[in-house]
Every structure is written in structure tokens, then in C-alpha cells.
């Protein structure tokens, strides 16, 4: 049966990458006979140059008619002096939520091989294998109201509103022990109940929820011991559960303990295994258009793609092997190169991927 992909390359990096991503599942798909169809569409600065907006709703509505979607990244400096409504990183908002894509999944593993590119000692990081399940559509960034006002006295006070429904909370509290099912099972749900009743509530439903997966062992951590605790001693982590904002940012603190956000990809999933699969670093304006980004993010997003929305273990499990095959080749792009090494380019990683296939 054929699957249909869309593919949303996005600015800087991102064509660069999504193209390498493609030739893997192209190859994939043709070893594995997956019937792989893919279509094309802009977001980001992209769309805005050719449409003055970062995602046109005839762009939502073509990906929401494939299977799948994998995303580039969006953004750049070229954009940055737009109205807020229509920079880039909108289009990824308008996106998730309008594909009511609420559940972020992003692993942090540290692959053996690049144990050295790791800031923390490897003896801390070594065997690394995090699940970070992040609420995606919710929370403060997307709270009413919100605004800029100027008071009475003339002051002007910035304000955003932090809220989640109990409902809100189940569905993402499900899908992490669900995933926790899948690992070790083993649930860190991560709050600031000490201070926020928005997470007192989100507290009260996980505990509520926790005896119906009794397979799984639940905690909870305040945000500020969790940020500590994962570069203290990471390896003490199967999944943890927490809200959007909490989330974006110690999701980052764990990509760096694996070397490189290069390496690291994301799933975004509604209710009905939907997904939206995109490398979790931006579009790195730095290095854009010189040969030189990981492809790997985003070549194991598209194994990721595979897994969870496309119901195609089996190549996602290649591709992965493929991966590791390519690290232990000694094969490297510039951000996780070390000394005795072998420097590759965007494209050069590709292929070794995709020979390694
Ligand atoms: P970034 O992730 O793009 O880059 C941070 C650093 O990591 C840079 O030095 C970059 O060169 C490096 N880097 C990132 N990906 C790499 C890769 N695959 N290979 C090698 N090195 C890589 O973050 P930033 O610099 O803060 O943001 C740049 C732009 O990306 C901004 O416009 C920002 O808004 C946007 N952004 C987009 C997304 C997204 O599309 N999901 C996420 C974050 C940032």
C-alpha cells in the first residue's frame, strides 16, 4: 500500500538535510518495498517569500491529507525584522496546532562512539537512552490572554497566561506511559507543584492515571531538581512527562548531553499516531548552505516516521543500524568531529547512510 509523505524542507539547513533524509528512505523503501510516495511543500521563510505567510492553509490542509510529515527546520536572521504573526517559527505553531499535533517525543541517546563529543564525563553519559515526552499545543505558549499593556501609571507590563485542562493533561500523561510501557518503565512527570496550581492539577491527574499502568513506575521532580538531576546524573531517567515550556528547555539541556543537537530527532503525534517528524535543532543560519550540517537528526526523524506513523518498523530499525554503522566507520560531519576521525560532508554522510543500507 502507498504511503504518502510530505516533505517541508524549510529554510537555511533544512533543504540541505531533508535532502539526505529522502535519498535514505528512498533507498529504503526500494530494498524494503515500503511504496513511499512523497510530496512537497514550504514552510517557514520559505512560504513566506513566496506567499507572505509561513504556512498558507492550503500547505496545513495538503499535509494533513498525507500520512506523515517530515520537516526540515524553519527561520533566519533575513526573516527576523517581520511582525511576529508572520515570522517562520509561526508556521511550526500553525502547524502543531493545526494538525493537532500534541505529543513531542524527543530521545536523547548517546551513541558509544561519540561518548568523547559529550560535555559531561562519558562515565556520567555512556549508554544514555532518555525519552523526553513533551505537551506541545498547551501550556503558557499558547495561553489567553496574553499580551503587552501599558498599566495606569504609563508602565508597560508584559503578561502570558500559564493553563492546562484536565483533559489536556490526561491525553499527553497516556502517551508517556504509554511510551514508558515501550522502555523501561520507568515515568518522571516533572512540575513546579510547589509553586504553580497549574501543575498541582497536572500532579493530581498523573497520580490519578498511574494505577490504571501498573507496569510503570511514576515520580514526579520539580523543574529546577530535574534541570540539576540531568546533568548530574541523567542515566537515572527512562521518560519524563512535563508541560510545553518546561519541556522545550530541558529538552535542549538533554540534547547536549548527547554531543550534538545534530544527532537528535523529534516525533510530534495526535491522537491518531499522526505525525510530524522534524531534527530537533533549527536551521543553523551559521553553517547554511556550506555542505557541512548533520543529516543525521534528521535521517533518524524519518526512521522515527517509519516507526510511529507508518507502521514500518523494520526499516526504521535499518536505517538506525545504518546510522550506528556509519558512527562506528569513524565517519564524521563537523560538529561531532574528533580527533582520528574521518570529516564528512552533508551530503557525503548520506550516502554513507544510504550505502550502509
Ligand atoms: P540552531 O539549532 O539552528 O543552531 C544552534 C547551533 O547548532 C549553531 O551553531 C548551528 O550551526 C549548530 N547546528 C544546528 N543544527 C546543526 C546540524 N544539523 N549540524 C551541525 N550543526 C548544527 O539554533 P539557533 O541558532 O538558535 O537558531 C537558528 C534559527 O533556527 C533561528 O531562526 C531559530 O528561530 C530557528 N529555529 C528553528 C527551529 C525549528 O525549525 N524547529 C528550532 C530552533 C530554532
Not at 530521545?107 to 537512552?129: N, T
Not at 495606569?152 to 492546562?164: I, K, L, P, S
Not at 494505577?211 to 519524563?240: C, G, I, T
Not at 512527562?241 to 503525534?269: K, Q, R
Amino acid at each position: 500500500m502507498t504511503k504518502k509523505v510530505m516533505i517541508l524542507p524549510g529554510d537555511g539547513i533544512g533543504p540541505e538535510i531533508v535532502e539526505q533524509a529522502m535519498a535514505v528512505l528512498e533507498a529504503a523503501s526500494g530494498k524494503l518495498n515500503l511504496g513511499l510516495r512523497f510530496e512537497r511543500g514550504l514552510i517557514g521563510g520559505a512560504s513566506i517569500d513566496t506567499h507572505g505567510e509561513p504556512l498558507t492553509d492550503a500547505a496545513l490542509e495538503a499535509a494533513g491529507e498525507c500520512d506523515a510529515v517530515l520537516l526540515g527546520a524553519v527561520g533566519g536572521p533575513q526573516w527576523d525584522t517581520l511582525a511576529r504573526e508572520i515570522r517562520p517559527e509561526k508556521g511550526l505553531l500553525k502547524i502543531r496546532s493545526g494538525l493537532g499535533l500534541y505529543a513531542n517525543l524527543r530521545p536523547a541517546i548517546l551513541y558509544p562512539q561519540l561518548a568523547d563529543a559529550s560535555s559531561l564525563k562519558p562515565e556520567v553519559v555512556s549508554g544514555l537512552d532518555i525519552l523526553i515526552v513533551r505537551e506541545l499545543t498547551g501550556g503558557i505558549y499558547f495561553g489567553e490572554p496574553r499580551g503587552i499593556r501599558t498599566l495606569e501609571n504609563g508602565e508597560r507590563q508584559g503578561f502570558n497566561t500559564y493553563v492546562y485542562s484536565e483533559s489536556e493533561i490526561e491525553r499527553i500523561a497516556r502517551s508517556a506511559f504509554e511510551a514508558a510501557q515501550k522502555r523501561n518503565g520507568k515515568l518522571c512527570s516533572v512540575d513546579k507543584a510547589n509553586v504553580l496550581e497549574v501543575t498541582v492539577l497536572w500532579r493530581e491527574v498523573l497520580d490519578r492515571l498511574a494505577p490504571e499502568y501498573p507496569d510503570v513506575a511514576l515520580s514526579h521532580m520539580y523543574v529546577d531538581n530535574a534541570a540539576m538531576q540531568l546533568v548530574r546524573a541523567p542515566k537515572q531517567f527512562d521518560v519524563m512527562v512535563t508541560g510545553n515550556m518546561f519541556g522545550d528547555i530541558l529538552s535542549d539541556a538533554a540534547a547536549m548531553l548527547t554531543g550534538s543537537i545534530g544527532m537528535l530527532p523529534s516525533a510530534s503525534l495526535n491522537e491518531s499516531g499522526f505525525g510530524l517528524y522534524e531534527p530537533c535543532h533549527g536551521s543553523a543560519p551559521d553553517i547554511a548552505g556550506q555542505g557541512i550540517a548533520n543529516p543525521l537528526a534528521t535521517i533518524l526523524s524519518a526512521a522515527m516516521m517509519l516507526r510511529y506513523s507508518l507502521d514500518m518498523s523494520e526499516a526504521a530499525v535499518a536505517i538506525e543500524a545504518a546510522v550506528r554503522k556509519v558512527l562506528d566507520q569513524g565517519l564524521r560531519t563537523a560538529d561531532i568531529h574528533t580527533e582520528g576521525c574521518q570529516k564528512v560532508s552533508t551530503a557525503e554522510m548520506g550516502a554513507a547512510v544510504v550505502s550502509a543500507l
